[in-house]
C-alpha cells in the first residue's frame, strides 16, 4: 500500500535535526526527524499548512492511508506534511540500537513526539515554508495518531488553529470515570452478529475449537484444516489457546478493514469482508464445521495473494523483544478494555481489568532495564491531557458506530461542547472518513467530510483574523 501511495502522491522525504530529550538541559544528543512534504497546491502565502500527525504506522503509510487530506488539499490551497513518530519509520534516534535497552528506548513518549511536532511546525514556518510564516496549521490523525492530534492541539495551540480525530480512543484509560471496559469486546461481537456471524455460532466456534484440541484426532484435524505450520502446531489442548487468541486479533483486523469498497490493509482485502467471513458460522451444523468456520476470515486478513500454503501463528523468534508500540504499551498506552467472557463473548475472562496482571505481561522485557514499578504508567495520559478538555478548542473528534473503539472516543454521539465536535459516521469502522473518498462511499461519511471541511474552513477564517 505504501508502494501504492507513492505512485499517486508525490513528495519529498526531508530531515530535521530534533533533541533526543526536549525537557532536560543536561541530555544534548539530537536526532533527524522526517518528514514529508508537497506544496504542489500552495498559491496564495497565507495558504493552509494540513500537518499530519505522526503515529506508529510511519509517514509513507499516512500518505495512503489518510487520502481525505490530499482529496481536499486543492480546495483549500493547502501544503500538505506528514511526520514520522519518534521511534517509527526512518526516525529511529539510535538507529539499529533504538530497540537494544531502557537507555536507549526510554526517549520514547508522547511528550516528546509532540514536542517534536512543535519544533517542526516552528522550523516549516520560520525556514522550509518561508512564504507560509502567518498560515494557520490544520491537525489531522486517525487511531493512536487521532488521539495525538487531538493532544497536540491541547498542548500547542498557539501553534495549531484545529484538529480532525479521526478514531481516536482518547477516554480508553482506566482513571476515566464511568468507562464500559468491557465495549471494546461487545462491540467486536456487535459488529460480527450484524455482518452476519449467528451469536451461537461465534460462542459454539470457540468452544468447538477447545473441545477437538482434547483429543490427539481433533488436534490433527484442527492443524490441517487451518494450514498451520510446523513452527506453530496445535500439539496439546493448551496451544489450542494460541490460535484462538490469533483468531481474536483477526476479528479485530477484519473490523479495522470492513469499508464498503476494495481496501489495501495487511494486502488487498475484499469489500465488507466480515459479510464473507460469517458465511461459514451461518452455514455451519457440527462441531467440526464450527471449528473452522474462522478460517475463512484468517485467510482473506493472511492470505491476500492466495499463494501462501501454510500458517505461522505462533513460535515467532522475535517474540519477547520490545519495540516502539509494545513499550508505549508498556509505560503510557495502557487500555483499560478487558472481556467478559462466555456467556456475552468466546473469549477467556479478563474483566474487570486488572493493572498488576497486565503490567505482568511486560517481565519478559526486564532484561533489557524494564522496570514496571516505575514504567508502568496507567494513569498518566488522563493527568498529562485530560479526558473533557473544558478549555479546548477547534477539535473534531469523529468515530464510526461500527467501529470497536468507538466506546473510547471522546463522545459515542453526535454531539457538541463550544468548538469540540463530536460526529458519528453511521456504519463507519475506524478512519473511514480521513480515507480517500471512493465511489462507494456511504452517504454518512460524505455527510460526516462535509462538516469536517467546513469546520477547517472556520478554523482557517478565524486564524486570519488573530493578530501575528
Known amino acids: 500500500m505504501i508502494e501504492d501511495a507513492k505512485k499517486k502522491h508525490s513528495y519529498t522525504e526531508e530531515y530535521l535535526e530534533v533533541p533526543i530529550d526536549h525537557f532536560s538541559y543536561i541530555e544534548t544528543r539530537t536526532f533527524k526527524l522526517r518528514y514529508l512534504v508537497n506544496t504542489q497546491y500552495v498559491k496564495t502565502n497565507d495558504a493552509p499548512i494540513f500537518f499530519c500527525v505522526g503515529e506508529e504506522g510511519g509517514a509513507e503509510y499516512d500518505v495512503s492511508q489518510l487520502g481525505f487530506i490530499w482529496d481536499i488539499a486543492p480546495e483549500f490551497n493547502a501544503a500538505l506534511i506528514y511526520v514520522d513518530h519518534r521511534y517509527f519509520g526512518k526516525s529511529l534516534p539510535f538507529g539499529d540500537d533504538s530497540f537494544s535497552n531502557i537507555s536507549m528506548i526510554g526517549y520514547l513518549s508522547t511528550e516528546q513526539a509532540l514536542a517534536d511536532n512543535a519544533l517542526l511546525i516552528v522550523h516549516l514556518k520560520e525556514k522550509r515554508l518561508q512564504n507560509l510564516k502567518k498560515s494557520p496549521v490544520i491537525l489531522f490523525g486517525y487511531s493512536y495518531g487521532g488521539m495525538m492530534a487531538a493532544w497536540m492541539r491541547i498542548k500547542y495551540p498557539h501553534?495549531?488553529?484545529?484538529?480532525?480525530?479521526?478514531?481516536a480512543p482518547v477516554r480508553y484509560f482506566d482513571n476515566v470515570p464511568n468507562l464500559n471496559?468491557?465495549?471494546y469486546v461487545d462491540n467486536i461481537m456487535k459488529i460480527f452478529v450484524k455482518n452476519g456471524c449467528p451469536f451461537n455460532s461465534i460462542m459454539g466456534s470457540f468452544d468447538a475449537i477447545r473441545k477437538m484440541a482434547n483429543t490427539p484426532?481433533?488436534?490433527?484435524?484442527?492443524?490441517?484444516?487451518y494450514h498451520l505450520s510446523p513452527l506453530s502446531q496445535i500439539n496439546n489442548p493448551s496451544d489450542a489457546e494460541n490460535l484462538l487468541s490469533e483468531l481474536q486479533n483477526v476479528m479485530f483486523y477484519l473490523i479495522l478493514s470492513n469499508y464498503p469498497?476494495?481496501?489495501k490493509y495487511f494486502g488487498s482485502i475484499p469489500a465488507y469482508p466480515i459479510k464473507i467471513a460469517c458465511?461459514?458460522?451461518?452455514s455451519a451444523k457440527t462441531q467440526e464445521q464450527l471449528a473452522i468456520a474462522p478460517f475463512i476470515g484468517m485467510n482473506i486478513l493472511y492470505n491476500t495473494t492466495g499463494e501462501e500454503k501454510?500458517?505461522?501463528l505462533w513460535n515467532f523468534t522475535d517474540d519477547g523483544k520490545i519495540y516502539g508500540w509494545t513499550f508505549l504499551e508498556a509505560t503510557q498506552l495502557v487500555f483499560a478494555f478487558c472481556s467478559r467472557g462466555p456467556p456475552f463473548d468466546p473469549f477467556n475472562k479478563t474483566c474487570p481489568f486488572n493493572e498488576?496482571?497486565?503490567a505482568s505481561s511486560y517481565d519478559s522485557y526486564n532484561s533489557i532495564g524494564y522496570n514496571k514499578d516505575s514504567m508502568y504508567r496507567p494513569h498518566w495520559l488522563m493527568n498529562e491531557y485530560g479526558y473533557e478538555y473544558p478549555t479546548a478548542s477547534n477539535i473534531v473528534f469523529s468515530n464510526g458506530d461500527a467501529d470497536l473503539w468507538l466506546d473510547g472516543g471522546w463522545r459515542n454521539i453526535n454531539t457538541n461542547i463550544g468548538s469540540i465536535y463530536s460526529l458519528i459516521v453511521k456504519d463507519g469502522t475506524h478512519g473511514y472518513d480521513i480515507r480517500e473518498a471512493n465511489p462507494l462511499d456511504t452517504q454518512s461519511v460524505k455527510d460526516v467530510r462535509n462538516q469536517e471541511k467546513q469546520h477547517i474552513?472556520?478554523?482557517?477564517?478565524?486564524?486570519?483574523?488573530?493578530p501575528i
Request: net charge positive; aromatic share 14%.
Open 279 to 282: 458465511k461459514p458460522f451461518a
Open 457 to 466: 474552513r472556520n478554523w482557517i477564517h478565524q486564524a486570519k483574523l488573530q
Open 217 to 225: 484426532n481433533g488436534r490433527k484435524y484442527l492443524n490441517e484444516q
Open 181 to 183: 471496559q468491557h465495549s
Open 159 to 167: 501553534l495549531t488553529a484545529g484538529a480532525i480525530a479521526s478514531s
Open 356 to 358: 498488576t496482571f497486565d
Open 310 to 312: 501454510d500458517f505461522q
Open 261 to 263: 469498497y476494495p481496501a
